[in-house]
């Protein structure tokens, strides 16, 4: 495993080498990482772009970065008088053969995405076609409301059309029986079908707040965060939890629990993103105020791997001396395969060389790449947010946020740029163990071997028996 220097995505207009002037985060790679989505609040990324935080899309094909966030007429997301930020746009997933996007935006970039609070912005989530350059609203309110549409879109899969998103609005009709707790839903932009995943097993609406969560691949499972206590039964104190939902049986299940078992003495802080394997085997959580497994420490952020068959659960990333992280690890990512895990931290025993920065870590060999060490070693002053480091689903490319503080004023982001790093010999072998070739396939392998290096016919006879 090797990786290459970072490269400047979030580069001026006028020269690809030189950093823009202002402040990008939340980087979104797409599966192979040809294209990176991130926002900035900065006008010399794309011409025209008002610098208010729009969403951009840098292409490694060309290095060149347009505007996404836009409406079907080309138009920037904007709100008049409104707060900076406030209409801003962050992504959530990217296609690379539709390239098509999927997106948040407080902006009122169609019709129907009415701007119901004055100089502010309304979350909706939207999916704009780059090739058609159309913006289309997945995340309509009802009809009948008036009120702000809070709609919080975490994830999407643009091959089943279907989007993940929080609502304060019972999207089902009916009586809203938690009032101004947020529901989790599934919609299907396509047929319209509303799915509520925050239900409880008479399909009634939770008894507190749910977070947008995340899709395993094939989009059966989502796991997601949650303080009710009516989904399952056994979140008796009402504490924040993850949870994990079959939408084939409709079935809700409690996945996180103490490392000594009981119940938790004080409530788990519950950071960064999910991430579920393609073989929804694991899931990745970042987590702190309480005891996961032994020997973490609660005070610091640490990451976790959960088995969802048998509820274990490992701290990451793996130490140079065996021992957890000694400061908390940040803005945790993991490959498609479970194999390469992407983090940021300040610890001191990740790596060899002890410095802090942006790491990935092969899980199966151990190995870790201090990706960012041409940047210099990552600040993090005292109360300041965490990097957001992301990893490509396919293993072979990164991005990640490199903040820069003021010297006189030190918690002062001054600006931060979005980076990105190319992993070489991505294709390796998955984490689970391969089955052994039966004796007849592995004669049938050698014999072919055999054939193809004496150069004779006999390889298309033994293909065919």
């Known amino acids: 495993m090797e990786a290459s220097a970072p490269v400047l995505v979030s580069h001026t207009t006028l020269d690809s080498g030189t950093p823009t002037s202002g402040i990008c985060f939340s980087p979104v790679p797409s599966r192979t990482g040809r294209f990176v989505l991130f926002s900035c609040q900065s006008s010399d990324v794309v011409d025209g772009e008002p610098g208010i935080g729009d969403l951009i ?11 996404v966030g836009l409406s079907s007429d080309g138009q920037w997301g904007y709100c008049q008088g409104a707060e900076l930020g406030t209409c801003g746009a962050v992504g959530i997933v990217v296609d690379e053969s539709t390239q098509q996007a999927v997106f948040n935006s407080g902006a009122p970039l169609t019709p129907d995405a009415v701007q ?3 100089e502010s912005g309304t979350p909706y989530v939207f999916l704009r076609n780059e090739i058609g350059s159309t913006t289309t609203l997945l995340t309509p309110p009802p009809q009948s409301e008036t009120s702000p549409a809070y709609m919080q879109g975490s994830d999407a899969s643009i091959e089943r059309s279907e989007v993940l998103f929080s609502s304060v609005f019972n999207l089902l009709g009916g009586v809203d029986s938690n009032g101004p707790v947020s529901d989790l839903y599934v919609r299907n932009w396509l ?3 509303i799915e509520l995943v925050s239900a409880a097993p008479d399909g009634s609406q939770s008894d507190a707040y749910n977070v947008p969560g995340v899709f395993s691949q094939d989009g ?3 796991a997601f965060l949650s303080s009710a206590g009516n989904l399952t039964g056994d979140n008796p104190q009402h504490l924040p939890n993850l949870f994990l939902r079959d939408r084939y049986l409709g079935t809700t299940r409690r996945l996180t629990f103490p490392s000594g078992g009981g119940e938790f003495a004080s409530s788990p802080l519950f950071l960064g993103r999910l991430r579920i394997t ?8 970042s987590a702190s105020g309480v005891s996961f497994t032994s020997g973490d420490d609660p005070a610091l952020q640490n990451l976790y791997l959960l088995n969802l068959a048998s509820g274990a659960v490992e701290q990451l990333p793996r130490t140079v001396d065996g021992l957890p992280p000694d400061a908390s690890i940040s803005s945790g990512d993991i490959t498609d ?4 895990v992407v983090f940021a931290s ?4 990740v790596a060899s060389d002890n410095a802090a920065g942006v790491f990935i870590q092969d899980l199966p060999t151990g190995q870790t790449i201090r990706v ?8 993090r002053p005292l109360g300041t947010s965490p990097p957001k480091v992301r990893i490509s689903l396919d293993g072979s490319t990164l991005a990640f946020e490199w903040p820069s503080f003021n010297a006189t004023f030190p918690t002062l982001l001054d600006d931060q740029q979005i980076y990105r790093v190319a992993i070489w010999n991505s294709a390796l072998q998955v984490v689970n163990e391969v089955p052994a070739l039966s004796v007849r396939s592995a004669t049938i392998c050698f014999l072919l071997i055999v054939a193809m290096a004496l150069n004779t016919a006999r390889a298309r006879s033994i293909l065919h028996r």
């Not at 300040?346 to 025993?349: G, L, M, S």
């Open 337 to 340: 395969d479970g194999r390469r």
């Open 191 to 193: 047929t319209g079908s």
């Open 116 to 118: 119901l609070i004055p």
């Open 220 to 222: 059966r499972y989502v």
């Open 372 to 379: 960012s060490s041409s940047l210099g070693v990552l600040m």
């Open 278 to 285: 393609a073989d929804a085997h694991y899931l990745m959580f």
């Open 57 to 67: 899309q840098n292409d490694s094909l060309g290095g060149l970065n347009s505007g």
């Open 346 to 349: 300040t610890a001191t025993n």
